[in-house]
């Protein structure tokens, strides 16, 4: 019997443990991952196992696999529908396959347990300006270590209680953007998050379908000892969420309900997540931050911890530099607290798109206009890069920085493996 010919190990996305932070989908070289309003699935007609969604992926919801018929693998349909994944075939049927088949199983999930001899071997190479295969998926070497996936379904508690204790809205009253800074407060039990990492919030309630609603990621806006220093407490970045990315009115589930928060609601929360877009620990180290709205929620961490640092006057930091892309001055959060943080803290480029009277600017033509400072940075092994916002901006964000890199004398292919390699490069866009 030609096992190969029968069978096949089938790449699924646990429903119940996916945040549906978009990793998976944004790293697949090939497409093979999708998703609607609720579940991410992979098409096994178009999955060739090249293991490059599996690394970054902050909860192992991509980690799973079945072994099914070759001519009848789940479909992209069923996968949509599911509410947990279904469990794998009975014994008696796997025998049926015949003891090759059964061996073939073993490999393949023994593959899996390893992704990165598996994607060394298999993953094809970088594409020249794909953020999938060119940002990093290992922490810089100096980060600190950070703990992952403290609660969730398949953590000894599957949520913890936060209490909201501040909810201020940072962009001005009248703009199109209404987006708060929520501060959660988690008590007596123990949340450690790192600058960088992010959160789930389960919101309250049933979707159309009368099922309980599933979790939203958000990145964590403070830094690693509270958003009060010394209290078990973080911050949230929320943009109020009226419309979807066609423009079509839309309500967003936890956006609405975060914003909507009064001081003393409990709110319920699963994680902390990711383990590699993570600051660098070691003095003199810099940090190049780019984003747009609310991807400067990790960046503010880190801005942050940072400023505590200094102001402790026990660590020497290098230089940081950020560039911040919005619409408008008022669209965009923390506009007023970061003009007047010291200059010789932090290097601060602005860009706005829809300024009356002005050309329009992105972060790309901020960071073209930085091309010396950054082309220096790019060169200096100590120099660590972090970007965060939506999809749209991330090629530009890579063609600035190849253009840069090029004009500068530097071989571009060498140097994007470098960054990656050697965590020097984050991405962080949805």
């Known amino acids: 019997m030609d096992v190969a010919?029968?069978?096949?190990?089938?790449?699924l996305?646990?429903?119940?443990?996916?945040?549906?932070?978009?990793?998976?989908?944004?790293?697949?070289?090939?497409?093979?991952?999708?998703?609607?309003?609720?579940?991410?699935?992979?098409?096994?007609?178009?999955?060739?196992?090249?293991?490059?969604?599996?690394?970054?992926?902050?909860?192992?919801?991509?980690?799973?696999?079945r072994l099914v018929p070759r001519a009848r693998p789940y479909s992209v349909t069923e996968q949509l529908g599911w509410d947990e994944l279904p469990p794998p075939l009975p014994e008696a049927e796997l025998a049926s396959l015949g003891a090759e088949a059964v061996a073939q199983t073993e490999a393949l999930l023994a593959r899996a347990a390893q992704p990165s001899v598996a994607s060394a071997a298999l993953q094809p190479e970088?594409?020249?300006?794909?953020?999938?295969?060119?940002?990093?998926?290992?922490?810089?070497?100096?980060?600190?270590?950070?703990?992952?996936?403290?609660?969730?379904?398949?953590?000894?508690?599957?949520?913890?209680?936060?209490?909201?204790?501040?909810?201020?809205?940072v962009t001005e009253v009248g703009s199109d953007y209404d987006t708060h800074h929520i501060v959660l407060d988690f008590g007596a039990m123990p949340f450690p998050v790192l600058e960088g990492q992010s959160i789930g919030i389960i919101p309250p309630g049933t979707d159309a379908q009368g099922r309980p609603h599933h979790p939203r990621q958000y990145s964590v806006a403070s830094?690693?000892?509270?958003?009060?220093?010394?209290?078990?407490?973080?911050?949230?970045?929320?943009?109020?969420?009226?419309?979807d990315h066609q423009g079509n009115p839309v309500r967003g589930v936890a956006s609405n309900y975060l914003c909507d928060l009064k001081v003393g609601d409990e709110v319920e929360v699963i994680g902390p997540f990711g383990s590699s877009f993570l600051m660098p620990n070691h003095p003199r180290s810099h940090i190049v931050m780019i984003c747009t709205g609310t991807g400067s929620a990790p960046m503010r961490a880190m801005?942050?911890?940072r400023r505590r640092l200094?102001?402790?006057g026990k660590f020497e930091g290098g230089r940081l530099v950020l560039f911040f892309g919005a619409r408008t001055p008022q669209e965009l959060p923390y506009f007023g607290p970061l003009q007047k943080l010291p200059r010789d803290f932090i290097e601060v480029h602005f860009a706005f798109s829809r300024v009356p009277g002005q050309p329009r600017l992105y972060v790309q033509d901020?960071?073209?206009a930085q091309a010396a400072t950054l082309a220096e940075l790019l060169r200096d092994p100590d120099a660590y890069f972090y970007v965060c916002g939506l999809r749209a901006m991330e090629e530009g964000v890579l063609l600035a920085l190849r253009d840069i890199a090029v004009g500068a004398g530097l071989d571009w292919d060498v140097l994007t493996r470098q960054l990656r390699d050697e965590g020097r490069l984050h991405l962080e866009t949805y």
Do not use: F
Not at 5 to 11: K, L, P
Not at 150 to 161: N, Q
């Open 223 to 243: 830094p690693r000892n509270g958003e009060r220093a010394g209290h078990n407490n973080l911050s949230l970045t929320v943009k109020r969420v009226l419309a």
């Open 13 to 65: 996305i646990d429903p119940e443990i996916c945040i549906r932070c978009n990793t998976c989908e944004a790293t697949c070289p090939i497409g093979a991952i999708t998703h609607d309003s609720r579940n991410y699935v992979v098409d096994a007609d178009k999955c060739n196992a090249c293991m490059a969604c599996v690394p970054p992926c902050p909860t192992g919801a991509i980690d799973n696999w």
């Open 126 to 169: 970088p594409a020249a300006l794909s953020g999938a295969t060119l940002g990093a998926t290992v922490p810089p070497w100096s980060a600190a270590h950070p703990y992952v996936n403290l609660y969730g379904p398949r953590a000894a508690r599957k949520s913890v209680r936060a209490t909201c204790v501040g909810n201020l809205r």
């Open 310 to 312: 200094r102001a402790s």
């Open 366 to 368: 901020a960071m073209r």
């Open 5 to 11: 010919a029968t069978v096949v190990q089938q790449h």
């Open 303 to 305: 801005t942050e911890w």
